[in-house]
């Protein structure tokens, strides 16, 4: 009865390398959401994606910050070139619909990103 | 535009006292939904309810209490009898029917103490 799993748990990265954030949805889950929560702030939403597509990505920076959630295997987060800014908690979370009496979203566990 | 306020930022308890943690929200959406979720010092977010806008019914989930008063905006939570591990920081959250997207308060910090 796995729920959400992302891994790494704890990831850490000099300036300018990149970032990978993978994230596995509950069985059954085909909708994914990224949220990063910086240190002492609450969640903030940075993408929204289904199977093959992103729905809302409203939320995530311009530049550098990617997100896939392809036909197989878990989502993926990037982060190309990291700056120290980028350092915080990236959860994921996943529901079966987008209907809102059909959540709530679960989380994951979170990536907690550290950058040297 | 979505809007969660969690004017407390933190409160501190000792063991046995009620608590209450304020949550104010805006939308214009008429249907929407409005979590609680609470996160340890381990860092995980636990889900611990949704109430929908259609249903101003107060909860009781043991020590929990649930206060959703539609003519003030607001879902306050309390916790009766509050023990040490209810030490964590809670979020209120909402969700409108126009979007997918939780929008998260700032969090309270709750520090429960013997």
């Known amino acids: 009865n796995a729920g959400v799993m992302q891994n790494p748990r704890h990831l850490v990265r000099r300036r300018g390398q990149e970032a990978r954030l993978r994230c596995s949805p509950m069985k059954g889950h085909s909708h994914v959401y990224w949220y990063r929560q910086l240190p002492e702030e609450g969640l903030k939403f940075m993408v929204y994606?289904?199977?093959?597509?992103?729905?809302?990505e409203s939320g995530m920076p311009k530049e550098r910050f990617s997100a896939e959630f392809p036909k197989e295997g878990p989502s993926i987060l990037r982060i190309q070139q990291v700056v120290r800014g980028d350092s915080a908690a990236y959860f994921c979370?996943?529901?079966?619909?987008?209907?809102?009496?059909?959540?709530?979203?679960?989380f994951g566990d979170g990536t907690r990103l550290s950058i040297l | 535009a979505q809007k969660v306020t969690q004017a407390q930022t933190e409160i501190s308890v000792v063991e046995k006292e009620d608590v209450t943690l304020d949550c104010v929200y805006e939308?214009?959406?008429?249907?929407?939904?409005l979590f609680w979720y609470k996160q340890p010092p381990s860092g995980e977010l636990v889900f611990l309810i949704r109430?929908?806008?259609?249903?101003?019914q107060n909860e009781i989930s043991g020590r929990y209490s649930w206060n959703f008063q539609k003519s003030t905006s607001s879902f306050n939570f309390t916790i009766t009898a509050s023990q040490v591990v209810d030490s964590a920081v809670y979020f209120c959250a909402l969700l409108t029917g126009t979007a997918s997207k939780l929008t998260f308060g700032t969090g309270t910090r709750l520090q429960v103490t013997l």
């Open positions: 994606l289904q199977k093959e597509n992103i729905i809302d």
């Open positions: 109430r929908n806008s259609f249903d101003e």
């Open positions: 939308t214009r959406d008429t249907t929407y939904y």
């Open positions: 979370a996943s529901s079966p619909s987008d209907r809102g009496d059909n959540q709530p979203q679960h």
